[in-house]
């Protein structure tokens, strides 16, 4: 019940930089986030058709919905390590730490129970999560890019390996204030808070793209970034 993704030398996700022709991260197979967004998407579904005419398929798909948390959890979860895969490749997983563990998180009807969202929060915490949103790579992972500058190339190279993007900070918020409610607020307000300090470098008034992902954390990339206001402006929401 699973997506599963391949085509040679095609990135399929969101992480979709080249250098050369060639994907830098081209996460083949059963990608996280991917898979969190389908089950989410069949659930909501099958949530909104409760209060509708029920199809033929109706059955079937409670079925998959009732199984597919299981199925999940055995494709990406480590039971041992307690961390979750971003991707799954011919059985081979990768579990670099990158922000799509977040997304599956997040999610309103998620595939993780909470002792799972909660692991998957500290990992985060420690390995991705700055002031400016989530690095896109761990600074453990051998591939990991301090600073997104230089020709294009370089920065290519960069894009998804270490360089931090403000709208997965969404995710972040959703999946925190989600699981901690009134506990969790102040922390997140923090994080929006300290954006104000920017908004005079770069593009003033606005935020920017990405930044880098060592301090001190400069912005760069496109100076006004739509993603990056409106998930500050979502989060804003969620703390309303």
Known sequence: ??????????????????????PVTQRAGYAVEV?????????????????????KNGKMLSQWIDTFPAEFSAVFWNEDSSELADCVFEGVASWDVRPNIT??????????????????????NKELLTPRGLRTL??????????YEGDHH????AYHQGTVWPWLLGFYAEAWLNLYEGSGRESIERLVQGFE??????GIGNISEVYDGSPPYRPCGAISFAASVAELMRIQKMLE
């Open 197 to 202: 300090e920017d908004l005079i470098e770069h």
């Open 35 to 55: 898979n969190a967004l389908w089950y989410n998407a069949i659930t909501f579904s099958m949530e909104i058709e409760a209060f509708s005419k029920p199809s």
């Open 1 to 22: 019940g699973l997506l599963y993704a391949h085509i040679p030398n095609k990135a399929l996700t969101w992480m979709d930089s080249y250098i050369d022709g060639q």
């Open 103 to 124: 997304i599956a998180a997040a999610m309103p009807y998620s595939p993780l129970n909470d002792d799972q969202k909660m692991a998957v929060l500290d990992v985060v």
């Open 138 to 147: 761990s600074p453990r992972s051998i591939g990991f890019k301090h600073s």
């Open 154 to 157: 370089k920065r290519d190279l």
